[in-house]
């Protein structure tokens, strides 16, 4: 059977967005995952099947690839899976997209690049809110500018009702509070404290929040791809509202983040599997909305002259999508990428992240489909 | 020689309890009991001492239960909580005294109920000898003797720490009890009715010297169980009872409680169905304090009478490193049981008592001293 996408981690909370936005464009799509119990509601579409897939067999992989014959395999599992699926995708040749693999991963990614130029082939890496749509915010910024020196970016969120909901998910979560960041400062790369609170920004839309310095593919990417125009300084920035920040906090100061595993009347279970699995229960409050704000500052000259360019991505709750969040941002973003590769908008072979080679001004019409509007300097552009 | 079982021995209170008799009282042997016998001997084992034994049970087997005890004088119960109606069941069958830390205040209720059972067999049960229930209930006695009237009681304990400890986190003590303590509803007595609360409500902030400023909020407690019928004649109306925390660690147990990981649910873990409050309480486990820490704490326990007019406190400091909170628990269960193998300092001779009832206060106070606990009144020393 012939299918137009196979997503990995179909069945998690991005994968099943994915699937979702792709199937309301009539595509046949191919879902793998562990348990397709959560995922009953979109089988119910004739276009989607499911298959069980373990993704720490390679053979299983590649096997799954070749019965479904996709157009675009789209990776939206756990990033420890990146480097596997590719490898996967290059003995398939098969063009792949992904939803980034902060910075360690991401840069194992890269070095497949000549490999996928040889085999005629894209690997993207990156493809959700951010990485992705940060990144092509950036790059119409940065185009606009004669140099670039500084970059700042990240993300920012919030709901009306308090309650702590799952953000995205908590395996990359605990890791981006956990790692030691590296930040890119006057043109080296500098490795920080964990996680440490870098003050207080006022954003559109979601008010005074505590910002933090975690760990991100695009510190890596954008070092690589804006490094011609001058660039020296790249900060990343994590903005979570402080009832949600509170509750991850705690469970990392307890050790309920722990890859380790312990005995449970004669069980063996991975602590964070554990903590992942009680979380998943927690239901999103009646009435409950969240807006994001993903953000860029890009700081250069043009014409001899000091220029700041505020990029800002605005996302909320969307009617009929309640159960994502703001989360839309990312699994209807990787969506709308492979789709794009799809039908030949992104030409390009090897291995690059979205900054480099997703045309800006057809992407930001795609997103403004979906209601996720850009902003420049306070000023909407699609 | 007499013979004490001491179920849960090995356990954060069990552990001072067997110390505390072993020391004090040279007429007794003492069996160390758990569903882990190496846990046992190993404990049993560092007394180096023919008085001391290991014994392995499953507490949940009455039969198994009731062999193991028979013939001893006193039935000690270290145990979670829950298991209380159970072992008391098993010392009737078995004839024996029984001794316990409280069954927060449910669980005491259908305890009582016991009575006329350990009557007809002349032996006695007293339930909740720890620090509280256990000292509070005693202050209570004391207390009573001083007033003619006693209209309102207030009741607290606070801790001061100042450990250096190497753990982002310290357990007090047995996590599920203090998950029932955020969340089952509070017992009060308001004009002379019993009423229950909402939980963690009646927040008051108490300013105690030599301890600092404390959050405290009412929660579910035995002696709410027994005090207002103990206090009956003297006219009581109101009954109140606060636990006292710092705010780091009430709001790090009220987000583990608020986002699902205290529910009673099972969970599919690797195959198996696992119920979610067992896999938390066993991840806490590791914050109990580490032996090698070097503990420096002390505690409050205070009893406010009618506004103030009179206030009575137990204060404990660390003692051999172990930490104030858990030492008063421990010590007057050890007091206690010797009170009854020994049978000296009671009122009665059988039937089944909170402390308050049965217990002598000068007595228990004067055996509180020797242990370094110190009972004031009004801030003057009373032992």
Same mark, same amino acid.
């Given at each position: 059977?012939?299918?137009?996408?196979?997503?990995?981690?179909?069945? !998690?909370?991005q !994968?099943?967005?994915? *699937?979702?936005?792709?199937?309301?464009n009539?595509?046949?799509?191919?879902?793998?995952?562990?348990?397709?119990?959560?995922?009953?509601?979109?089988?119910?579409?004739k276009?989607?099947?499911?298959?069980? &897939?373990?993704?720490?067999?390679?053979?299983?992989?590649?096997?799954?690839?070749?019965?479904?014959?996709?157009?675009?395999?789209?990776?939206?599992?756990?990033l420890?899976?990146?480097?596997?699926?590719?490898?996967?995708?290059?003995?398939?040749?098969?063009?792949?997209?992904?939803?980034?693999?902060?910075?360690k991963i991401?840069?194992?990614?890269?070095?497949?690049?000549?490999?996928?130029?040889?085999?005629?082939?894209?690997?993207?890496?990156?493809?959700?809110s951010?990485?992705?749509?940060?990144?092509?915010?950036?790059?119409?910024?940065?185009?606009?500018?004669?140099? &670039?020196?500084?970059?700042?970016?990240g993300?920012?969120?919030?709901?009306?009702?308090?309650?702590?909901?799952?953000?995205y998910?908590? %395996?990359? $979560?605990?890791h981006?509070?956990?790692?030691? %960041?590296?930040?890119?400062?006057?043109?080296?790369?500098?490795?920080?404290?964990?996680?440490?609170?870098?003050?207080?920004?006022?954003f559109?839309?979601?008010?005074?929040?505590?910002v933090?310095?975690?760990?991100?593919?695009?510190?890596?990417?954008f070092?690589?791809?804006?490094?011609?125009?001058?660039?020296?300084?790249?900060?990343?920035?994590?903005?979570?509202?402080?009832?949600?920040?509170?509750?991850?906090?705690?469970?990392?100061?307890?050790?309920?983040?722990?890859?380790e595993?312990?005995?449970?009347?004669?069980?063996k279970?991975?602590?964070?599997?554990?903590?992942?699995?009680?979380?998943?229960? $927690?239901?999103? %409050?009646?009435?409950?909305?969240?807006?994001?704000?993903?953000?860029?500052?890009?700081?250069?000259?043009?014409?001899?002259?000091?220029?700041?360019?505020?990029?800002?991505?605005?996302?909320?709750?969307?009617?009929?999508?309640?159960?994502?969040?703001?989360?839309?941002?990312?699994?209807?973003?990787?969506?709308?990428?492979?789709?794009?590769?799809?039908?030949?908008?992104?030409?390009?072979?090897?291995?690059? *992240?979205?900054?480099?080679?997703? %045309?800006?001004?057809?992407?930001?019409?795609?997103? *403004?489909?979906?209601?996720?509007?850009?902003?420049?300097?306070?000023?909407?552009?699609? | 020689?007499?013979?004490?079982?001491?179920?849960?021995?090995?356990? #954060?209170?069990?552990?001072?309890?067997?110390y505390?008799?072993?020391?004090?009282?040279?007429?007794?042997?003492?069996?160390?009991?758990?569903?882990?016998?190496?846990?046992?001997?190993?404990?049993?084992?560092?007394?180096?001492?023919?008085?001391?034994?290991?014994?392995k049970?499953?507490?949940?087997?009455?039969?198994?239960?009731?062999?193991?005890?028979?013939? @001893?004088?006193?039935?000690?119960?270290?145990?979670?909580?829950? +298991?209380?109606?159970?072992?008391?069941?098993a010392?009737?069958?078995?004839?024996?005294?029984?001794?316990?830390?409280?069954?927060?205040?449910?669980?005491?209720?259908?305890?009582?109920?016991?009575?006329?059972?350990?009557?007809?067999?002349?032996?006695?049960?007293?339930?909740?000898?720890?620090?509280?229930?256990?000292?509070?209930?005693?202050?209570?006695?004391?207390?009573?003797?001083l007033?003619?009237?006693?209209?309102?009681?207030?009741?607290?304990?606070?801790?001061?720490?100042?450990?250096k400890?190497?753990?982002?986190?310290?357990?007090?003590?047995?996590?599920?009890t203090?998950?029932?303590?955020?969340?089952?509803?509070?017992?009060?007595?308001?004009?002379?009715?019993?009423?229950?609360?909402?939980?963690?409500?009646?927040?008051?902030?108490?300013?105690?010297?030599?301890?600092?400023?404390?959050?405290?909020?009412?929660?579910?407690?035995?002696e709410?169980?027994?005090?207002? =019928?103990?206090?009956?004649?003297?006219?009581?109306?109101?009954?109140?009872?606060?636990?006292?925390?710092?705010?780091? +660690? #009430?709001e790090?147990?009220?987000?583990?409680?608020?986002?699902?990981?205290?529910?009673?649910?099972?969970?599919?873990?690797?195959?198996?169905?696992?119920?979610?409050?067992?896999?938390?309480?066993?991840l806490?486990?590791?914050?109990?304090?580490?032996?090698?820490?070097?503990?420096?704490d002390?505690?409050?326990?205070?009893?406010?009478?009618?506004?103030?007019?009179?206030?009575?406190?137990?204060?404990?400091?660390?003692?051999?490193?172990? @930490?104030?909170?858990?030492?008063?628990t421990?010590?007057?269960? =050890?007091?206690?049981?010797?009170?009854? @193998?020994?049978?000296?300092?009671?009122?009665?001779?059988?039937?089944?008592?909170?402390?308050? @009832?049965?217990?002598?206060?000068?007595?228990?106070?004067?055996?509180?001293?020797?242990?370094?606990?110190?009972?004031?009144?009004?801030?003057?020393?009373?032992?």
């Amino acid at each position: 059977m012939k299918y137009d996408f196979i997503i990995f981690g179909g069945t !998690g909370f991005q !994968g099943s967005i994915c *699937a979702r936005d792709l199937l309301e464009n009539n595509y046949k799509i191919l879902l793998v995952g562990r348990d397709k119990s959560s995922i009953s509601n979109i089988l119910k579409n004739k276009n989607a099947s499911f298959m069980k &897939v373990d993704l720490t067999n390679y053979k299983e992989i590649v096997s799954a690839i070749k019965k479904s014959n996709p157009d675009v395999v789209i990776n939206c599992a756990e990033l420890v899976f990146n480097v596997q699926i590719m490898k996967a995708c290059l003995e398939t040749k098969k063009p792949v997209t992904d939803l980034g693999g902060l910075q360690k991963i991401t840069e194992q990614q890269f070095k497949f690049h000549k490999k996928f130029q040889e085999k005629e082939i894209l690997c993207l890496t990156g493809c959700g809110s951010t990485p992705g749509i940060v990144n092509v915010m950036t790059a119409y910024a940065v185009d606009k500018l004669d140099s &670039v020196e500084t970059i700042k970016l990240g993300f920012a969120w919030n709901s009306n009702i308090k309650k702590f909901v799952i953000p995205y998910s908590m %395996p990359s $979560i605990f890791h981006e509070f956990t790692e030691d %960041p590296v930040t890119f400062h006057n043109g080296k790369f500098v490795r920080e404290k964990r996680a440490r609170c870098v003050g207080e920004v006022n954003f559109k839309e979601i008010g005074k929040q505590k910002v933090y310095c975690i760990v991100h593919s695009e510190v890596y990417t954008f070092s690589k791809y804006f490094r011609n125009k001058g660039l020296k300084n790249i900060h990343y920035m994590a903005g979570f509202p402080e009832h949600s920040f509170k509750v991850i906090q705690t469970l990392i100061d307890l050790g309920f983040n722990s890859e380790e595993e312990i005995e449970v009347s004669g069980n063996k279970i991975k602590i964070v599997d554990f903590t992942n699995k009680v979380l998943k229960k $927690i239901k999103q %409050p009646k009435n409950y909305r969240e807006v994001e704000n993903i953000w860029a500052e890009i700081y250069g000259t043009k014409n001899g002259k000091d220029k700041l360019v505020k990029m800002n991505c605005l996302v909320r709750t969307l009617k009929g999508w309640e159960d994502a969040g703001s989360n839309i941002d990312t699994g209807r973003t990787i969506a709308l990428i492979s789709e794009m590769i799809k039908k030949g908008q992104i030409k390009d072979k090897g291995v690059y *992240a979205p900054e480099a080679v997703v %045309p800006q001004k057809l992407f930001f019409n795609e997103l *403004a489909k979906r209601k996720m509007f850009v902003y420049e300097n306070g000023k909407r552009i699609n | 020689m007499k013979r004490i079982v001491v179920l849960g021995g090995y356990g #954060i209170i069990g552990k001072i309890v067997v110390y505390d008799l072993f020391k004090t009282n040279k007429n007794c042997e003492i069996f160390v009991v758990g569903r882990n016998l190496e846990k046992a001997e190993e404990y049993a084992n560092s007394f180096n001492s023919p008085r001391v034994k290991a014994k392995k049970t499953n507490i949940q087997n009455k039969k198994e239960l009731v062999s193991l005890i028979k013939g @001893s004088d006193v039935v000690v119960n270290c145990v979670q909580y829950y +298991f209380n109606f159970e072992i008391m069941k098993a010392c009737l069958k078995a004839k024996t005294n029984y001794v316990d830390l409280g069954g927060l205040y449910h669980l005491t209720k259908k305890q009582l109920k016991l009575h006329r059972y350990f009557k007809k067999i002349k032996k006695l049960a007293i339930l909740g000898c720890g620090s509280s229930p256990g000292i509070t209930n005693v202050l209570v006695a004391y207390g009573s003797k001083l007033l003619k009237k006693i209209n309102e009681i207030e009741i607290f304990f606070a801790d001061k720490d100042e450990t250096k400890y190497e753990q982002k986190f310290v357990l007090p003590y047995s996590f599920k009890t203090l998950v029932d303590e955020f969340t089952l509803k509070p017992a009060v007595l308001k004009k002379g009715k019993i009423r229950f609360v909402k939980p963690m409500s009646g927040e008051k902030i108490y300013y105690i010297d030599g301890f600092g400023k404390k959050r405290a909020f009412l929660t579910l407690h035995s002696e709410l169980a027994t005090l207002p =019928s103990f206090l009956k004649d003297k006219g009581i109306k109101d009954i109140e009872f606060r636990v006292t925390f710092d705010d780091d +660690f #009430i709001e790090k147990i009220k987000i583990l409680i608020e986002n699902g990981f205290t529910s009673k649910e099972n969970l599919n873990l690797s195959g198996q169905k696992l119920k979610i409050i067992d896999v938390t309480s066993n991840l806490m486990e590791k914050f109990i304090v580490n032996q090698k820490t070097k503990i420096k704490d002390k505690e409050i326990l205070r009893v406010i009478f009618n506004k103030g007019s009179l206030f009575l406190d137990a204060i404990t400091k660390t003692t051999r490193n172990i @930490s104030a909170g858990s030492y008063n628990t421990g010590v007057p269960c =050890s007091i206690i049981t010797q009170m009854i @193998s020994e049978n000296k300092g009671l009122l009665k001779k059988s039937g089944v008592y909170a402390p308050e @009832s049965i217990i002598n206060p000068k007595e228990f106070f004067s055996e509180l001293k020797k242990r370094g606990i110190i009972i004031l009144k009004n801030k003057k020393r009373v032992n």
